[in-house]
């Protein structure tokens, strides 16, 4: 749990008293491989920071997925459409390895903003580091063509390619395992 606090403070710096009560709000979980910490149509009500292992945020449309975003240790995970709207998630966040997470629930999140100006501070952070990686996301996505983004992958997140399956890969990377394979064969 002091890896959370340790990575709230490298983000925004919180006073004593604020990181005392937030250190007492802070709970954790381990999920298994497969294992769902948010389905979809449920609401998201918990902050993750991830302590071991890997998580990815995806939907499905039409029985094909679409993977958002993987988050490794020392990454913060949350549904942020859901979470802050309170709202049914159209996103599942799944373990794709045994994982433990360190979390907050909306509830206990909402009440140490209102008691400390320094967590209010880093929630604002939080939601503005997560609307710059959706946007550069999209931006990707929209932009981008299939080998551009699986360079990107690799110059970006390199040590994933060990942890996350092919068809994952492709499904993040918004193509078939067959056009994964051409572009990693062209390498």
């Known amino acids: ?23 007492k709000k802070i709970r954790r979980q381990t999920f298994e491989k497969g294992e769902y910490l948010l389905k ?5 009500s918990r902050f993750y920071f991830v302590e071991h292992g890997l998580l990815k945020t995806s939907f499905k449309k039409e029985d094909k997925e679409f ?32 994982s433990t997470v360190a979390y907050l629930t909306y509830s206990d999140f909402e009440s140490l903003c209102q008691l400390h100006h320094s967590i209010e501070r880093l929630y604002r952070k939080f939601v503005s580091m997560a609307a710059i990686n959706m946007m550069k996301r999209i931006s ?10 699986y360079n990107n992958f690799i110059r970006e997140q390199n040590d994933l390619l060990q942890r996350v399956s092919l ?8 193509i078939t395992q067959v056009s994964l394979s051409r572009i990693r064969a062209r390498k």
């Open 67 to 98: 993977i958002m975003k993987f988050f490794t240790e020392g990454s913060i995970c949350t549904q942020l459409e859901s979470y802050i709207t309170q709202g049914a998630s159209t996103y599942d966040i799944i373990a794709l390895e045994a």
């Open 140 to 149: 990707e996505m929209l932009e981008e063509n299939a080998t551009v983004r």
């Open 167 to 174: 068809g994952d890969l492709a499904n993040y990377l918004g």
């Open 40 to 44: 979809n149509g449920q609401v998201c």
């Open 1 to 23: 749990m002091n890896n959370f606090i340790e990575f709230c403070h490298s983000i925004s710096r919180l006073d004593d008293p604020a990181s005392a009560d937030l250190l």
